[in-house]
């Protein structure tokens, strides 16, 4: 069987292995071995063959590698608008209960209901924000 076969099949498992663990590193691995299949093709004998595969290998994994980590690893995405008020203090500035009252969030008055039916929340309190429906923040007292 001629080598350049052997590296092409070589290219072709480390494709396949390269999608099961998303690594990177097999990808990489993988496109060595096809240039190295390539450069096989055209009859440079198997030492210089092995020799430029792990040239290869070795420039991809210190070169792309750490670049696809950066782009696969993320942060995590921003809240912004409303849903960044969930979970920020407030401060009552009128009385809330299960159908109104107003908060403070941030330099903001925000009219708002108490999470909970029962709950009557006097002015001067610190609650949390729980949610954000419409206009209406609903709060619930720090303990």
Do not use: C, K, N
């Amino acid at each position: 069987m001629d080598s350049w076969i052997v590296w092409l099949i070589l290219a072709a498992a480390l494709g396949v292995a390269e999608i099961f663990t998303l690594t990177a590193a097999l990808g990489i691995l993988s496109v060595a071995a096809l240039l190295t299949a390539g450069v096989a093709l055209v009859g440079l004998p198997p030492g210089l063959q092995l020799a430029l595969f792990v040239v290869a290998a070795v420039a991809g994994l210190a070169g792309v590698r750490p670049i696809a980590l950066r782009h696969i690893r993320q942060p995590p995405p921003r809240r912004f608008g409303v849903a960044a008020l969930v979970g920020r203090p407030a401060y009552v500035t009128e009385e809330v209960t299960a159908r109104d009252g107003r908060v403070r969030i941030g330099g903001e008055e925000w009219s708002a209901r108490a999470y909970d039916d029962s709950l009557v929340i006097p002015a001067g309190a610190t609650v949390d924000v729980i949610e954000i429906e419409g206009a209406t923040a609903l709060v619930y007292p720090r303990e």
